[in-house]
C-alpha cells in the first residue's frame, strides 16, 4: 500500500516511522509513504515572493471569508498537489485510490475501517490540514471522506496520518512478525501483566490474577474475552 500525506511539516513524520514495526515495514517495501508539500505548488506574485537573497516565500494560507480568528489553507496549492499525485498513480496499473480529509466531525477511524480500507484500495491520499483548516472546497471537489481519530480538536492532521498509518500498516500481511500476527487475532484485553507474579510497591502487594497463572486457556481466553475492550 502507498500512503501519500499532503502535509506543510513532513519532517514531523521522521523519527516515527523510522522506528519499530513501520520503520521495517517501509525498508522492506510492504508500504511506502510519500510526502508532498503544498508549498511547492504556490504560484502567482501575491503569493509567491522572492526576495533580494533569493529566498522564496510561499504562502499557503489567506484570511477566511465571514471573518473569525486563524487562517486558511487556500484550495488551489492543496488541490495541485493531490493533481500531481493523481498523474503518478494513473501510470501504475490496478490501482484504486481514497482521499482522506481530517475532521473531528467524520466519520469515526476503527481497526474495521483500517481493515476494509488495506482490502478496498492500494493507495490512501491523506490532507493534513493547519491553522484552521483547509479550504471545503478541496473536499468536495476531491470527494474525500471526513475522517476522525475522536472528539477532539488538534493543531493539525499530522498525527491523525500517523495512527491511520500505523493501523492500517498492520493490516497488510508481512508487516507484522509471525508472533505478533498471531496475537492481533487472538482475543486481546485492556489488562496484560508481566514478572514478578507478586509486584511490592509502598508495603502494598500487587499480584497477578491466578486464572492467567492457571494454564488452563479456556479460562484465560474467557477472562481475555470478559477483559476486551470492545470498540467503538
Known sequence: ??????????????????????????????????????????????????????????IVDDRPFGGGPGMIIRAEPVLKAVESIAKKIAKKENRKTKIIH?????????????????????????????????????????????VSIGDYVLTGGELPAMVLIDSMARQIPGVLGTFDSLEEERVSSSEFYTRPEVLEWKKKKYAVPPVLL?????????????HNKKEP
Open 102 to 146: 481530517f475532521s473531528p466531525s467524520g466519520t469515526k477511524f476503527t481497526t474495521s475501517y483500517a481493515k476494509a480500507t488495506v482490502k478496498k484500495y492500494t493507495d490512501v491520499v491523506m490532507l493534513c490540514g493547519r491553522y484552521e483548516g483547509i479550504d471545503a472546497r478541496v473536499a468536495k471537489i476531491l470527494k474525500a471522506e471526513d
Open 214 to 226: 492457571s494454564g488452563d486457556h479456556k479460562k484465560i481466553e474467557a477472562w481475555k474475552m470478559e
Open 1 to 58: 500500500m502507498h500512503f501519500y500525506v499532503i502535509t506543510l511539516f513532513p519532517e514531523a513524520f521522521d523519527s516515527y516511522l523510522n522506528e519499530s514495526i513501520i520503520g521495517r515495514a517501509i525498508k522492506e517495501k510492504r508500504i511506502k509513504v510519500t510526502f508532498v508539500n503544498p508549498r511547492m505548488f504556490v504560484s502567482g506574485k501575491k503569493y509567491k515572493r522572492v526576495w533580494p537573497d533569493g529566498n522564496v516565500s510561499r
